[in-house]
């Protein structure tokens, strides 16, 4: 769960999840050393970095000088695993929470405050992570989403089951205006908010897989020139390569959480 780079209060054209919900508004890595994952998402992706509000544990990585995701070195504080999450932007935190836990989800953390919303970190009934957050989103939202810096793909044991358990607790295909759409396009599920595709659900997982990369969970892509580049310096950096081809290489950090580097957006 991390602090986000909200516009200042008060400002014009902040957008919160009251207006816009149910899309993926963040992503977010918890971690146990903060400087370490610095040095390595700095190496690998080109990184800068500036401090959050929530203290220093918190930091926001920038790409271009446009943020693109959160780090918290709160891992071994508050329990959690080192990994990568996505955030879907809720009305209420509290709503989204009582949802995922009455329709066979667990709750892992929260909902808590986190100053200026809420946020809670879940898990669906397979047993992927992912957040939910209610409050204003990051400053300039509707450019981070179309640039795609980063984008969220859940594998799943069966797609369709996923898509109504989400839909179900993040108001998805609703009549509620800024709700997101969902199409089915051949085994996949893809959603759209106002016509852009932000996640796409694909089936195949196994829920008991000793390989992480098989069991349910959210994938976190981020959109780079030179895949194989990045491969390179992950390993030269403490990193793995779990898996690569010309245009997609799966990478782990040296604290164990894995993520997706992606040629171009390619959602």
Do not use: K
Not at 3 to 15: E, K, N, Y
Not at 125 to 152: K, M, Q, T, Y
Not at 163 to 170: H, W
Not at 234 to 241: I, L, P, W
């Amino acid at each position: 769960m991390n602090d986000h780079p909200i516009t200042a209060p008060g400002s014009a054209g902040v957008v919160s999840t009251h207006s816009v919900f149910g899309a993926p508004c963040w992503v977010s890595l918890t971690s146990r050393d903060l400087e370490a994952t610095q040095d390595f998402y700095g190496a690998v992706l080109g990184w800068r970095w500036r401090q959050a509000q929530l203290g220093e544990r918190f930091r926001i990585a920038l790409a271009d000088d446009v943020p693109v995701a959160g780090i918290a070195a709160v891992a071994t504080m508050w329990q959690v695993a080192v990994a990568w999450t996505p955030y879907f932007a809720v009305p209420s935190a509290d709503d989204a929470a009582a949802r995922v836990r009455e329709r066979g989800g667990t709750t892992a953390v929260g909902p808590i405050s986190l100053p200026p919303g809420r946020a809670a970190l879940l898990a669906d009934p397979d047993g992927a992570s992912f957040g939910v957050w209610e409050g204003r989103l990051i400053g300039n939202w509707e450019s981070w989403r179309r640039a795609a810096p980063a984008f969220v793909r859940l594998r799943t044991r069966d797609a369709f089951a996923s898509a109504i358990f989400y839909g179900q607790i993040l108001d998805w295909a609703s009549d509620v205006p800024g709700s997101c759409e969902v199409h089915y396009e051949g085994d996949e599920v893809v959603l759209r908010s106002n016509g852009d595709v932000v996640a796409r659900i694909v089936s195949g997982a196994l829920e008991a897989a000793p390989d992480p990369r098989v069991r349910p969970h959210w994938q976190v892509h981020f959109a780079v020139s030179d895949v194989a580049a990045c491969a390179r310096t992950a390993e030269q950096h403490g990193g793995s390569v779990l898996d690569l081809t010309a245009d997609e290489a799966v990478l782990r950090d040296p604290d164990g959480a894995q993520f997706t580097v992606t040629w171009g957006s390619r959602r």
